[in-house]
């Protein structure tokens, strides 16, 4: 079973643009988490989405949104990017009978500048 | 308010040797625990998991203490290899609440030949 692939991996940008991330989760998994790392905050949680609805959201600002489409792929959002969402973008899915045994993808490194 | 912590930022131990990796969290109404090992530039790969109503979990060299009247965790890790060698995440969850994880800072191991 292929795991859980993110495209681009590696992405450069300048303030003030957008970006578009995105996330396969492994086949039959339906639900798609999203988590940021940074060397001074960690890994923290974004938000989850399932059956394209999202269930949870963390605490970041509204330039960060996300969707999910009806084969569970989903994108991530962040507009008006600023110089400290430079980080590694994570994406994690899960299958019903385990909701809570997330598998990562490798991540997408962003960097603004 | 770090509500999961990994107080201990690195660990170094002999090959074949007890790696003993601790977590404490502060919030009650986690109930469900995880394990991560993360290698550079890949996602965290999930290990091992607990849920509140276990003390003990194991598996083959990796085994979870859970002492929720201290709202502690460790990973024992035995015997330890070179391969071992990542930052390892604890992670915590209400599972009524979602798929959201919370993260304890990393430890990294290093196993020495």
């Known amino acids: 079973k292929a795991g859980v692939t993110q495209t681009p991996r590696y992405l450069i940008k300048t303030r003030g643009q957008q970006v578009t991330l995105s996330c396969s989760p492994i086949?039959?998994?339906?639900?798609v988490s999203w988590y940021q790392q940074t060397p001074g905050q960690g890994l923290q949680f974004l938000f989850e989405?399932?059956?394209?609805?999202?269930?949870n959201k963390g605490n970041f600002p509204g330039r960060f949104s996300g969707r999910q489409f009806s084969n569970s792929r989903s994108e991530m959002n962040v507009s008006t990017l600023e110089l400290g969402d430079s980080a590694l973008y994570l994406c994690?899915?899960?299958?019903?009978?385990?909701?809570?045994?997330?598998?990562f993808g490798p991540g997408t490194r962003l960097t603004v500048l | 308010d770090q509500q999961v912590k990994q107080n201990s930022p690195s660990l170094s131990v002999q090959e074949g040797r007890i790696s003993i990796l601790n977590c404490d969290y502060t919030?009650?109404?986690?109930?469900?625990f995880l394990w991560y090992k993360k290698y550079p530039a890949e996602g965290p790969t999930f290990l091992i998991s607990?849920?509140?109503?276990?003390d003990k979990n194991e598996d083959g060299r990796f085994t979870v203490f859970l002492n929720k009247s201290a709202k502690h965790l460790s990973l024992h890790i035995v015997p330890s290899q070179p391969g071992d060698s990542a930052v390892y995440f604890c992670?915590?969850?209400?599972?009524?609440?979602?798929?959201?994880?919370?993260f304890g800072g990393g430890t990294r191991v290093l196993v020495k030949p």
């Open positions: 994690a899915s899960s299958q019903p009978s385990a909701p809570n045994e997330q598998f």
């Open positions: 086949s039959g998994h339906r639900s």
């Open positions: 989405y399932f059956s394209e609805t999202q269930r």
């Open positions: 919030n009650s109404m986690f109930d469900y």
């Open positions: 607990i849920s509140s109503i276990k």
């Open positions: 992670a915590a969850s209400r599972p009524a609440a979602g798929n959201k994880l919370t």
